[in-house]
């Protein structure tokens, strides 16, 4: 079946750097890619929809200049968290789609 | 507005009795609800969906019940074995299908 590949699955930096994540659809092409956050037993929360080729849809209360989303190809979307505090510490983890979502492996990032 | 409620937040059962984890939800144009398991530390998997033209859907030891009137909906799974030890999570779709909201999940403990 499709399959989404994230990388890095953990990743620890120093507060003021910036994170990348990259998410890649293997063998099928991702028109769209659907980017949540998941604090420490709490539940998935979407934050933004990234779309090949146009810009990304934030959700309400997520700030764009912070979480910078490119989708350049159809099999590649990045989420880019940008000058990182310790209380962006989450698990990000993207998915290709809504209706019968499958997710990448996620990304364990923590801000020191 | 887009909430859906998840109960109960813990449930422990013994090895062998059943679980039930019920589901509300408030966007009267829902039409997708699926059910993901996560395993600590791993991506949320689909067990089971249902749409909302089908008021019940079973996989073997796991069914997920709708009730549109209600705008509720649960998750059943029958014969519990510890290996069904996880949090478990309902989402409904909103916004036309074309985003999940994530109820706050339920941590199952099966105990043998």
């Known amino acids: 079946g499709a399959v989404v590949s994230q990388h890095p699955s953990w990743v620890i930096c120093k507060s003021g750097t910036s994170v990348k994540i990259e998410c890649r659809s293997l063998?099928?092409?991702?028109?769209?890619m659907f980017w949540y956050r998941q604090f420490p037993k709490q539940s998935l929360m979407l934050m933004a929809t990234s779309n090949e080729g146009s810009k990304a849809t934030y959700e309400q209360g997520v700030e764009k200049d912070k979480f910078l989303i490119n989708h350049a190809s159809l099999t590649l979307s990045t989420l880019t968290v940008t000058s990182a505090h310790p209380e962006d510490s989450s698990f990000y983890i993207c998915?290709?789609?809504?209706?019968?979502?499958?997710f990448g492996q996620g990304t364990r990032l923590t801000v020191v | 507005g887009e909430n859906v409620e998840q109960h109960p937040s813990t449930l422990s059962v013994q090895e062998g009795d059943s679980a039930v984890i019920k589901c509300t939800y408030s966007d009267s144009a829902s039409n997708y609800f699926p059910w993901y398991k996560q395993e600590l530390g791993k991506r949320p998997q689909l067990i089971i969906d249902?749409?909302?033209?089908?008021g019940e859907k079973k996989d073997q030891r796991i069914a997920v019940t709708l009730n549109k009137t209600a705008k509720h909906f649960s998750l059943h799974i029958t014969e519990t074995q510890p290996e069904d030890s996880a949090v478990y999570f309902c989402?409904?779709?909103?916004?036309?299908?074309?985003?999940?909201?994530f109820g706050a999940g339920t941590i199952l403990r099966v105990k043998s």
């Open positions: 998915s290709p789609r809504a209706r019968e979502a499958f």
């Open positions: 249902i749409r909302s033209n089908v």
């Open positions: 063998d099928f092409q991702a028109t769209t």
């Open positions: 989402a409904a779709s909103v916004r036309r299908g074309n985003k999940l909201v």
